[in-house]
């Protein structure tokens, strides 16, 4: 029978073969940790903007390595960058290594997210990965300040304590426009930055090898990179680059992989089409080509626009005429289709052809027709109609009170 006693008896041997048993498994981690050839180890990184990034890895080992590797990736590179790192001269149970990348021969993308590991092998042929750690590579030149609303970060310099909002607001005043166009996800994760003068983004883009017009948008990473040079002007500048930029990112978001196939011409010209009220030059310069007979082929503008500034303007200015002739023909909805076309994989021509039954030409030609069509009171009422009502309100005005006036003189 089983007593009291026997129970006791059991329950001590249980205990014990459990003491036994749990010496056992930690001997066999101490005995795995003592033979890991590394202790500890720790890595970490900075960089000067345009020039350079520093990497550090530091750890006790009791092992002697044979090799190391760094390996870096970034969204625009397409490639794994790896280097093998010269060892150092050190102590053979500490490791200290540095390694620069020099980034006016990798060229990153501004505000882009850095991922970064270390492979070391030790003599033994024993290997070790580090995890993989993450920085963002900001421009660093500045001091920014943020306000976050909704996913939407707007980064700016200086003491204008509203700025930062006015972005926000921006944001969310020009998206409802922008939906009649392209698909809107809420909440929308972007960052925009707002540089204090053009001087500023120009060399910062530079610096990462960037070609710069006005603005610039880095649609793949969610940022906007835009300037406001002064308090006064700040509301329209923003007002126009904004929904620029951001149209830009809203079509990326859209065709996401077929990005690079999407026209130049659309592109452009619906980001500009976008603008609270586009630069009013674009009129002027279009009209003088079309007069002169010296257009930007759109079948050029497909895919490239030129690099002086002065031919670029006129592609900008055709660009959003042709998308605006679209929009107003056709409506809302034909920009709607040949977005999804383009996400289809559709190219230039293709596009046009699916969604309007045309081709290229034939919209060219059809668009074309409305500008030359245009007789010159037409285009000056068209340039000034709003200063001509002004006016001819201010007459009717000034008539109706000497109307008023003379009839209390005759009374």
């Excluded at 625009?76 to 001269?89: G, M, R, Y």
């Excluded at 200015?317 to 034909?334: E, F, T």
């Amino acid at each position: 029978m089983f007593g009291v006693s026997d129970f006791w008896r059991w329950r001590g041997w249980r205990y014990i073969w459990m003491i036994i048993f749990g010496g056992m498994l930690a001997g066999k981690t101490a005995v795995l940790h003592a033979q890991s050839p590394v202790l500890a180890l720790a890595s970490e990184a900075d960089y000067t903007y345009g020039q350079e990034i520093r990497f550090h890895l530091t750890g006790q080992v009791d092992q002697p390595v044979a090799e190391i590797n760094l390996f870096m990736q970034a969204p625009e590179l397409p490639h794994t960058f790896a280097v093998a790192v010269s060892l150092p001269e050190s102590s053979a149970d500490v490791l200290d290594v540095w390694q620069t990348v020099d980034l006016t021969q990798l060229r990153l993308a501004p505000f882009t997210t850095v991922t970064y590991w270390w492979s070391v092998r030790f003599v033994s042929g024993e290997e070790l990965e580090t995890a993989e750690q993450h920085f963002r590579y900001e421009d660093n030149q500045f001091v920014w300040r943020e306000v976050t609303r909704d996913g939407i970060t707007a980064h700016w310099t200086g003491d204008d304590a509203t700025l930062g909002q006015l972005v926000v607001d921006v944001i969310v005043e020009a998206t409802p426009r922008l939906a009649r166009w392209l698909p809107v996800e809420q909440p929308m994760v972007l960052d925009v930055y707002v540089y204090p003068s053009a001087a500023d983004l120009r060399a910062a883009l530079r610096l990462t090898g960037r070609d710069w017009v006005g603005a610039h948008a880095e649609p793949e990473l969610g940022v906007l990179l835009v300037t406001a040079v002064n308090s006064r002007t700040a509301a329209t500048d923003l007002r126009r680059s904004v929904p620029h930029e951001l149209t830009h990112w809203l079509l990326y978001q859209a065709v996401t992989a077929n990005y690079e196939s999407v026209p130049l011409w659309f592109n452009e010209g619906l980001a500009t089409l976008a603008e609270s009220s586009p630069d009013p030059v674009y009129d002027l310069l279009l009209e003088t080509a079309v007069n002169n007979n010296d257009l930007i082929p759109f079948s050029q503008l497909c895919h490239q626009f030129p690099t002086s500034r002065d031919e670029a303007l006129l592609a900008y200015a055709q660009s959003v005429s042709l998308v605006s002739y679209i929009q107003l023909r056709y409506g809302d909805s034909a920009i709607r289709q040949m977005v999804d076309a383009f996400a289809d994989g559709a190219d230039c021509e293709t596009a046009v052809f699916r969604t309007l039954n045309l081709t290229l030409n034939d919209l060219v030609s059809d668009w074309l027709d409305q500008q030359q069509t245009r007789s010159p009171f037409t285009r000056f009422w068209l340039e000034n109609r709003l200063w001509l009502i002004l006016l001819l309100g201010s007459f009717a005005i000034t008539t109706l009170l000497l109307l008023s006036n003379r009839q209390g003189d005759i009374q």
